[in-house]
């Protein structure tokens, strides 16, 4: 007898790939934020004054992020698989930089609709300030569904008459 097939997820392992490479990037960025935010307010871990160069530390910091978050976009378009609405908003497209507000994003919420009068019309924009690439995502709107689940619009039915 053939064995009944369980309900877990294909390609798993993939998705904790993508989860763990996110989680990883995530917090190298974060940990890069706070090395920084030290730095401005003039201290730093070990007691020495700092300098305006960065340490070793924070340049590794920064590039494993950006390489974490390119592996992360690499293994889920190399295995079809998409990511979470989430990981997409918080990598940058265009430089695959990991966006954290504040250090290497700005936000914010902009109405072009006629002096602003459509509230309807508001769009959040993050500003990567690595590339200066600008993305924009829609405030409030409901999101279309996705192709299968969508229906079919109803069409006109043909009468017998040729002349309409």
């Known amino acids: 007898m053939a064995k009944a097939k369980s309900a877990s997820v294909q390609n798993k392992m993939l998705y904790s790939r993508i989860s763990y490479l996110f989680q990883a990037a995530s917090y190298l960025a974060a940990q890069q934020q706070s090395c920084n935010r030290n730095v401005v307010d003039g201290q730093s871990n070990n007691g020495r004054i700092p300098t305006d160069s960065n340490t070793p530390s924070e340049i590794f910091s920064g590039s494993a992020a950006t390489r974490l978050a390119s592996d992360v976009r690499t293994v889920s378009q190399k295995a079809q698989i998409r990511m979470s609405p989430v990981m997409k908003q918080s990598i940058c497209r265009n430089c695959t930089t990991m966006l954290v507000e504040g250090s290497t994003c700005m936000s914010r919420v ?9 509230p309807w019309a508001d769009f959040f924009v993050r500003r990567c300030n690595t590339c200066g690439f600008e993305k924009r995502y829609p405030v409030g709107a409901q999101r279309q569904k996705r192709r299968p689940q969508r229906a079919l619009p109803a069409l006109p039915r043909a009468t017998g008459d040729p002349k309409g």
Do not use: A, F, H, Q
């Open 110 to 118: 902009e109405n072009c609709s006629k002096g602003g009068k459509k």
